[in-house]
């Protein structure tokens, strides 16, 4: 699946070495209609358990204790890869983009669905049909047919006004995730949902999380660098743990590996970025 925070720099390091306990899940229905969607969830087959991508548990605003491998920018253009604009600025001496986040649960299921062509007119949708997702929006999304069944494409039958008006199409969608501090999230209900994730068997349904409850639960990731389990995650225990993790060879208090100085960090994605080891 994809992962849908894309790239945040000031996670570089974390992203190599650390397996986040996270959002998963059946399917709970349809939108919640935050940004005025006009889709309907019907009965449907529930798609699978898929593999979530972000901690519902983190907070958004800080970043765990230890110093981490980054990227330093000045300038929007120092955010360039290989002299490509992709859509990042440089804030706060960092690249960060917005594309990826969601302001509501209709952005999840869009994004999900693959309703990535906009339409104004079914004309512009050639073997699919062009729906309305609120407000007038047009998007391109794929029926149901002999040919080509939701449960196929892991998603369900859902109702959805055509842009052009009319009664109500069916089209396949993605409704299982839901939109949480600007990141889509799918949150498990039961350990079952958990199946899936080695290391984190166990769900906590109020958070939504999978988690481990143990060093036992963890020692199903197969990596030292995950292989103590700090509230719920699976992270280091000491700094040998560390030793094969990528831009890192420490491990923090928190349990994240992290660097010791900017001669650990050895990636760099972006042009015309310092790579430096910082706190988040």
Partial sequence: MHNLTLRSTRMLSLVSTL????????????????????????????????????????????GPAGSFCQEECSVDADCKE????????????????????????????????GWVTTCTGQAECPGQVCIDIGGGQGRCATAPSDFVMCETLLQKEIQAPPIEGGADVTVCANTDYTCKDSVCQNPCESDADCSALPGYPHCDTGTGACQCTSDDDCKATTSPAASVCHDG???????????????????????FCGCSDATVCKTQSFDGTKVVCEGI
Avoid at 95 to 113: E, F
């Fill in 19 to 62: 397996v986040i306990a996270a959002a998963c899940g059946d399917d709970k229905g349809g939108t919640d209609g935050s940004s005025g969607a006009t889709a309907t969830d019907t009965a449907g087959t529930d798609s699978p358990t898929t593999t979530p991508t972000s901690d519902p548990t983190a907070d958004p605003t800080s």
């Fill in 82 to 113: 290989m002299g490509m604009d992709l859509g990042f600025t440089c804030s706060e001496g960092r690249c960060t983009s917005d594309s990826g986040k969601c302001t509501g649960d209709i952005d999840c299921q869009v994004l999900l669905s």
């Fill in 233 to 255: 995650f699976c992270g280091c225990g000491k700094d040998e743990d560390c030793a094969g993790a990528t831009n890192a060879d420490v491990c923090t208090a928190g349990g």
